[in-house]
């Protein structure tokens, strides 16, 4: 099956501070999102981006899928951005989706 | 609308126990999908269930299994737990009919401890 690696898996950033995490894929994907999940376990859409440009007030997401690699920018971090961040996939010829092993943040005051 | 619900939100059972769990999908969604996410495996996909019938399996043993009602909504059993069962298991639904751009839907998860 596709494999879907993310980077850095741990990150820890000074509150204000700007990151970028990576989520690297194996085959070609039709569907791509970003999701936080917050401490309690609740997974939050973020983002759905196959390819292009996004933006959404202090986050952004950029796929450029002939590379097959997603970013996430997380600009000026609050302390409510920590949790694990995943990247999901769904590949041309599949139905189901393929998590990736997630980026744990965690802002600091 | 309302989001995804689970239930229950936690739950401990024994060994050789079984359990039921059970998932709303939002209004009008008809697709529902179960995860299970441990910290040594991650999330990995459990199966998929669209219109009563399962469209997707993931790979898990058979004591894993699921069905849909005509209502969208879902429920999965897990036979004869072990401990390595313990996890966070989640589900999410979607729209069907998006093609590529069907987008999931997260519940608040249902916390199994097997002891």
């Known amino acids: 099956g596709i494999q879907v690696e993310q980077s850095p898996p741990d990150l820890i950033l000074q509150e204000g501070a700007n990151s970028t995490l990576r989520c690297n894929f194996s085959d070609s994907v039709n569907n791509l999102q970003w999701f936080h999940q917050n401490p309690w376990g609740q997974l939050i859409n973020l983002f759905y981006i196959p390819s292009g440009t996004k933006q959404n007030g202090r986050l952004s997401a950029t796929t450029v899928a002939t590379e097959r690699y997603s970013l996430l920018y997380i600009s000026s971090s609050q302390t409510t951005d920590s949790g694990v961040y995943f990247c999901a996939v769904r590949v041309l010829t599949g139905n189901q989706f393929y998590f990736g092993t997630g980026t744990s943040l965690t802002v600091i005051p | 609308k309302a989001g995804v619900t689970q239930t229950p939100r936690y739950l401990i059972k024994t060994r050789g126990q079984q359990v039921t769990l059970s998932c709303s999908p939002i209004s009008g969604h008809r697709s529902v999908s179960w995860y299970q996410q441990t910290p040594g495996q991650g999330l990995q996909f459990l199966f998929e269930?669209?219109?009563?019938?399962?469209?997707n399996k993931g790979n898990f043993p058979g004591r894993f299994s699921g069905r849909q009602f005509s209502n969208s909504r879902s429920e999965m059993n897990v036979s004869t737990l072990e401990l390595g069962d313990s996890a966070l298991y989640l589900c999410?639904?979607?729209?069907?009919?998006?093609?590529?751009?069907?987008?999931?839907?997260f519940g608040p998860g249902t916390r199994l401890l097997v002891l």
């Open positions: 269930y669209f219109s009563e019938t399962q469209r």
């Open positions: 999410a639904s979607s729209l069907p009919g998006q093609g590529a751009r069907e987008t999931q839907y």
